[in-house]
T-cell receptor
Framework: DAGVTQSPTHLIKTRGQQVTLRCSPK?????VSWYQQALGQGPQFIFQ???????QRGNFPDRFSGHQFPNYSSELNVNALLLGDSALYLC????????????FGPGTRLTVT | QKEVEQNSGPLSVPEGAIASLNCTYS??????FFWYRQYSGKSPELIMS????GDKEDGRFTAQLNKASQYVSLLIRDSQPSDSATYLC?????????????FGKGTLLTVNP
């Protein structure tokens, strides 16, 4: 049973650049949520995708955007990178919209210099 | 008031002892409650979920939920050095169709051999 996968594992970018992170959900799951985790903090919700639509959004600027594909995989795009965007980006998958369990992938460590 | 608060750590217990981790939440409409374990440099791993008042046991772990007091806890019996990690409390729901997870900052647990 394939778990949640994310790519790349690590990424180093320069301020002002753009980045795309990718996520494939756990087998049988159709909902993908993205979180940002700064050092020493709990994950912060960015947005959630279901049926290829953004269903909910956290308190993140429009520089953060995403997409979900017909095979349920998802991308997170961040434009005009700031130093403060350096964090661990986590993808979580779940089944349907609801209060269900969410399972996290290994994360992508983004460093902005 | 922060949405999800966890008891401040770090928490240190001897091997074989019971570790008690606590969490309070502010949104009375919250529907589901989770405990995640996060090892240093890794992503959160779901270890317990609880949806109704009372206790839920899974091996050495027991989650307790009291919705009237807006309180959820995790007990780890017979603590092992491998239990040393940061434990994150997460709450889902509330405020309508709000399916995002809201996390506390986490409690660092160290189990001493």
């Amino acid at each position: 049973d394939a778990g949640v996968t994310q790519s790349p594992t690590h990424l180093i970018k320069t301020r002002g650049q753009q980045v795309t992170l990718r996520c494939s959900p756990k087998s049988g799951h159709d909902t993908v949520s993205w979180y940002q985790q700064a050092l020493g903090q709990g994950p912060q919700f960015i947005f959630q995708y279901y049926e290829e639509e953004e269903r909910q959004r956290g308190n993140f600027p429009d520089r953060f955007s995403g997409h979900q594909f017909p095979n349920y995989s998802s991308e997170l795009n961040v434009n005009a990178l700031l130093l403060g965007d350096s964090a661990l980006y986590l993808c979580a998958s779940s089944l349907g919209l609801g209060f269900n369990e969410q399972y996290f992938g290994p994360g992508t460590r983004l460093t902005v210099t | 008031q922060k949405e999800v608060e966890q008891n401040s750590g770090p928490l240190s217990v001897p091997e074989g002892a019971i570790a008690s981790l606590n969490c309070t939440y502010s949104d009375r409409g919250s529907q589901s409650f989770f405990w995640y374990r996060q090892y240093s440099g890794k992503s959160p791993e779901l270890i317990m979920s609880i949806y109704s008042n009372g206790d839920k046991e899974d091996g050495r772990f027991t989650a307790q939920l009291n919705k009237a007091s807006q309180y959820v806890s995790l007990l780890i019996r017979d603590s092992q050095p491998s239990d040393s990690a940061t434990y994150l409390c997460a709450v889902n729901g509330g405020g309508g169709s709000n399916y995002k997870l809201t996390f506390g900052k986490g409690t660092l647990l160290t189990v001493n051999p």
